[in-house]
Antibody, heavy 119, light 110 residues
Framework: QVQLVESGGGVVQPGRSLRLSCAAS????????MHWVRQAPGKGLEWVAF????????SFADSVKGRFAISRDNSKNTLYLEMNSLRAEDTAVYHC????????????WGQGTLVTVSP | QSALTQPASVSGSPGQSITISCTGT?????????VSWSQQHPGKAPKLMIY???NRPSGVSNRFSGSKSGNTASLTISGLQAEDEADYYC??????????FGGGTKVTVL
């Protein structure tokens, strides 16, 4: 079965950096594009970033553009999110999400990892 | 990248049907047939219920159905059950490898 397990969250001061990881299993990782989606406490879902199956295409929400980077290591079945210049408004649970190939759809979700940006 | 518009809450009695709307623009919902709906129970990860406007993934009850007209997509839950009480989010592709979510709708089973 598809499993996505995020890690790397924690408490970080404003302006600092953090790297999230997502370990994928149960499917052919290098055949699927991937996303990061976040959910602030008590709020709705916000799409954050996308990376194509081979890393050749990347895209970001305007709210994180220039501060966040997405990457993947297909040899390790792992997705990453590098977050720089963190702000209080970046506080959220960050979910790793598989893309249902060629269908422009986010299908399987990980449980998420909490990032708290606080002095 | 403005969020799609959903009603904050919708309620219904067991056995009834409810419909949740999701309104966007010609740049998202109106421009692509890549609208999906996800269900999220408290403390859980979202689960895909409908994709490409009206397709159900394997294992999702046929009580869930989706449609689209112009810039508005809809999710209908028929034969409402207690287990359907959850938050529901619409998502649309917006071109150039970007996506947008709706604000979410809390469904309450009375």
């Amino acid at each position: 079965q598809v499993q996505l397990v995020e890690s790397g969250g924690g408490v970080v001061q404003p302006g600092r950096s953090l790297r999230l990881s997502c370990a994928a299993s149960g499917f052919t990782f290098n055949s699927h594009a991937m996303h990061w989606v976040r959910q602030a406490p008590g709020k709705g879902l916000e799409w954050v970033a996308f990376i194509s199956y081979n890393g050749g295409t990347k895209s970001f929400a305007d709210s994180v553009k220039g501060r966040f980077a997405i990457s993947r290591d297909n040899s390790k079945n792992t997705l990453y999110l590098e977050m720089n210049s963190l702000r209080a408004e970046d506080t959220a649970v960050y979910h790793c999400v598989r893309d249902l190939s060629t269908k422009y759809t986010l299908d399987y979700w990980g449980q998420g990892t909490l990032v708290t940006v606080s002095p | 990248q403005s969020a799609l518009t959903q009603p904050a809450s919708v309620s219904g009695s067991p056995g009834q049907s409810i419909t949740i709307s999701c309104t966007g623009t010609s740049s998202d919902i109106g421009g692509y047939n890549y609208v999906s709906w996800s269900q999220q129970h408290p403390g859980k990860a979202p689960k895909l219920m409908i994709y490409q406007v009206s397709n159900r993934p394997s294992g999702v009850s046929n009580r869930f159905s989706g449609s689209k007209s112009g810039n508005t997509a809809s999710l209908t839950i028929s034969g409402l059950q207690a287990e359907d009480e959850a938050d529901y989010y619409c998502t649309s592709y917006t071109g150039n490898s970007t996506w947008v979510f709706g604000g979410g709708t809390k469904v309450t089973v009375l």
